[in-house]
T-cell receptor, first 111, second 113 residues
């Protein structure tokens, strides 16, 4: 699976959009970009995933560049409850059994 | 659905003791995983299983053993506990298909003193 690079930490003002970047320059054509978040000491929670098209769900939007070498997770109106560690993972479906997490980005939403 | 259930939630072990962390899921997922998370760090994959009777090593398997006799259960065994195994342990599972998103348990906080 391709390696990902994320900033160690970020701050965001409450009510503003939080844009979390992820670099994955060695991504293969069949690999998806996944995002999870971990609030305090809970188990990580799935947010969104995508292959090459931008994706949106009730939690967030995922923007993947045309060359697929980087992506951005967007939380459109961050709240204090979005303070968490956000993990970007790149993996292929069906056949890639290892599910490897990196160190993630610690997002702090400020009041 | 209960999802992924881990027991116990907390445990303190003495050096050299052994124990089994329990993980069970009721979603009929084939794939199950054990991770450990040290304070302030990311998750490290210990072992995983792609189905009953099939297990494989992850990134940090030393000091641990697993078994998968049923689809539902994936226990993690610590033999001869060491202080370096003080960590929070998470179990997770998913099913192959469209999203393959992981579902996590609430974790077991283990201290080895």
């Amino acid at each position: 699976d391709a390696k990902t690079t994320q900033p160690t930490s970020m701050d965001c003002a409450e009510g503003r959009a939080a844009n979390l970047p992820c670099n994955h320059s060695t991504i293969s054509g069949n690999e998806y970009v996944y995002w999870y978040r971990q609030i305090h000491s809970q188990g990580p929670q799935y947010i969104i995933h995508g292959l090459k098209n931008n994706e949106t769900n009730e939690m967030a939007s995922l923007i993947i560049t045309e060359d697929r070498k980087s992506s951005t997770l967007i939380l459109p109106h961050a709240t204090l409850r979005d303070t968490a560690v956000y993990y970007c993972i790149v993996r292929a479906l069906s056949g890639t059994y290892k599910y490897i997490f990196g160190t993630g980005t610690r997002l702090k939403v400020l009041a | 659905n209960a999802g992924v259930t881990q027991t116990p939630k907390f445990r303190i072990l003495k050096i050299g003791q052994s124990m089994t962390l329990q993980c069970t899921q009721d979603m009929n997922h084939n794939y199950m995983y054990w991770y450990r998370q040290d304070p302030g760090m990311g998750l490290k994959l210990i072992y995983y299983s792609v189905g009953a009777g099939i297990t494989d090593k992850g990134e940090v398997p030393n000091g641990y053993n697993v078994s998968r006799s049923t689809t539902e259960d994936f226990p993690l065994r610590l033999e001869l506990a060491a202080p370096s195994q003080t960590s929070v342990y998470f179990c997770a599972s998913y099913t192959a298909g469209y999203s393959e998103k992981l579902f996590f348990g609430s974790g077991t906080q283990l201290s080895v003193l």
